[in-house]
């Protein structure tokens, strides 16, 4: 990627809440495709954006530096508002976007679990929440710098019928911006497709204290009976819960690959165990599956961090 944005001639006014390793990644690619873009972050963060811009090192799409804006509160409209804190600072988060400001815009959480979008559609009932979800591996490493690592950035957008055309131009400048969109109208599916790999996924790496590629050779069990429990829930629901199709994506990761999970446990930070694992043991209860090696996982990491 070179330093000099396109210009994009839809002219998306775009904020960012959160310029981490996703949101960072995300504002850089959409302001290198030419979107107007506005990280909303704290003092300190908002400083070093305004001075020296935000940089990004892609295995997959490069190396680049750019400019974008950057502000603690969103004081002006803007056509969509990214998500992209963790789960464990989402309510403090939310007090930079006033809701009469942002107005009817699209509000796009990537936030991983599933509970959070019944939390914003009541404190933002002006606003069209789209559920979304991203696959990908990018670490803010300081202030307006993050790491891309993974061979993939892929986002999901649900697109309900009223909002059809305008997540079509979201999902347009994603694309030119080279993140692979797929949308469709079933937010189950988006929600509970990724945190049917997610789940297994963070609660072995975390636990195990070990890579993808370990994991899947070392706790084999484990991983084909999270697998299931976790899509049995997603099937109950509304979501397709395939199973052979989360394992056989979960086998072709990158060996190396870790969970933020994993990283924030490593590092002493807050983990969004409750947001992805309670999650699923929440689910299950409701409708009666039982889920216990799920519920082992949750209980052993709780019981570790409390």
């Keep these: 990627m070179s330093g000099e944005p396109a210009r994009d001639p839809s002219g998306l006014r775009v904020a960012v809440l959160g310029p981490g390793g996703v949101g960072g990644l995300l504002a850089a690619l959409l302001a290198q495709a030419g979107a107007s873009v506005t990280c909303l972050a704290g003092a300190d963060t908002v400083e070093v954006l305004r001075a020296s811009g935000l940089r990004v090192d892609s295995r997959l799409l490069g190396a680049v530096t750019v400019h974008v804006d950057a502000a603690e509160r969103l004081t002006a409209p803007v056509d969509v508002c990214l998500v992209c804190v963790k789960a464990t600072q989402l309510n403090a988060a939310l007090a930079r976007v006033p809701a009469d400001v942002l107005g009817d815009a699209l509000l796009v959480p990537l936030l991983n679990g599933v509970e ?62 080279g993140v692979t969109v797929r949308t469709t109208d079933d937010e189950a599916a988006v929600l509970w497709g990724k945190l049917t790999f997610l789940a297994p996924f963070a609660l072995l790496t975390t ?6 590629g370990e994991v ?22 509304g979501a397709p819960g395939d199973a052979d199709l989360v394992l056989g994506f979960f086998d072709g990761v990158p060996a190396g690959m870790r969970s933020s999970m994993q990283r924030d446990a490593a590092a002493g930070r807050p983990t ?13 209860e409701r409708h009666g599956i039982e889920v216990p090696v799920t519920a082992r996982y949750v209980a052993e990491l709780r019981a570790a961090t409390d």
């Design 116 to 177: 959070h979008v019944a939390e914003l559609r009541r404190r933002y009932p002006d606003a069209t929440v789209v559920p979304a979800a991203i696959r990908v591996e990018s670490t803010r490493t300081e202030p307006g710098v993050v790491c891309h690592d993974s061979p993939f950035v892929t986002v999901d957008l649900t697109a309900p019928e009223r909002a059809a055309e305008r997540v079509d131009r979201l999902a347009g400048v994603l694309e030119r911006a």
């Design 207 to 212: 636990s195990a204290r070990a890579t993808a």
């Design 216 to 237: 899947r050779e070392q706790r084999r069990d484990d991983l084909l009976a999270l697998v299931r429990e976790v899509a049995s829930v997603a099937r109950a629901e």
């Design 272 to 284: 969004e165990l409750d947001a992805i694992g309670g999650a699923v043991v929440r689910a299950a």
